[in-house]
């Protein structure tokens, strides 16, 4: 059995009293978590702290970053290492998300010292990966797809690889309120599992791969559905909590 995850990506979205406020509503809602699914919110940096205090003991919900430093420590002026999100009881951090690609011109190579770094202070790297439309409609998409695992994922060490949890994330289905089939969602993890077994043998069974984009709580049963989709990274629905965890209700 793999683990079953819902993750909500908070984006740069709410004040840290809105951020509270939605911690708190997520906390009175667990009863509708079913058993064995992990829950994670990956709030703001500013929220870490605040937020760690009102989980306080639960292992449920986890804390996650949206993003880490591909350096230790030092001089670099803005940015937020992974000792640092340790340090605040942050047990995942999201790396490789296509707004950080995109706007912030992270390459593979960059990712790759994050997810060392991260998985060097023991957070669990949520490492997103997916093609934008024009890649899909020139079926591209599994080459595309294929490099940004070959060049990150595959270059680690199979004790660390078993830390990873990945997320399909199709560019065009993010925000835009157009969701991937479930067919096409299946087609994807099968496909990303196998290439990750190519290097990783049996580890790859026991990867979770997560679907993003557009997941709403009317289309998270159908996707959750398939054999190969373990769970969700969920950005505007994450936001309500009453949607989170409808979501995360929507497991069979
Ligand atoms: P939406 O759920 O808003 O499409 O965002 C998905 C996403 O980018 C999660 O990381």
Redesign the pocket.
């Known amino acids: 059995m793999r683990e079953k995850i819902v ?3 908070w ?1 740069m979205n709410t004040t840290i009293g809105e951020g509270k406020k939605l911690i708190e509503d997520i906390l009175s809602g667990m009863d509708r978590v079913p058993a064995g699914v992990t829950l994670i919110t ?1 709030t703001p940096f500013t929220h870490l702290c605040p937020a760690a205090h009102l989980i306080g003991d639960r292992r449920n919900p986890a804390l996650a970053a949206q993003n880490c430093a591909n350096r230790e420590s030092g001089a670099f002026t803005g940015e937020v290492s992974a000792s640092m999100l340790a340090s605040v009881s942050c047990r995942y951090v ?1 790396l490789g ?3 950080r690609r995109e706007y912030y011109g992270e390459t593979n190579e960059i990712l790759l010292e994050k997810i060392k770094l991260a998985l060097a202070h023991s957070l669990r790297p949520i490492f ?1 990966v997916g093609e934008v439309l024009q890649e899909r409609e020139t079926n591209m998409h599994f080459q595309v797809v294929s490099s940004q695992l070959r060049e990150v994922l595959c270059q680690l060490d199979p004790e660390d690889f078993k830390k990873v949890i990945v ?1 399909y ?1 199709p560019v065009w ?5 157009k ?1 991937a089939t479930s067919e096409q969602a299946q087609e994807m993890h099968a496909f990303i599992r196998a290439f990750l077994a190519g290097t990783f043998g049996e580890l790859a069974q026991s990867t979770p791969i997560l679907y ?5 709580p009317s289309n998270a049963a159908e996707l959750f559905s398939r054999p190969d989709v373990d769970g ?7 936001l309500k909590a009453d949607d989170f965890l409808a979501i995360a209700g929507s497991f069979a």
């Not at 969700?232 to 994450?238: C, T």
């Open positions: 993750a909500g990506n984006k990956a999201i998300h296509s707004e997103c997320a994330e289905a993010i925000g835009t309120g969701t993003g984009g557009s997941c709403k969700g990274l969920i950005g505007g629905a994450s």
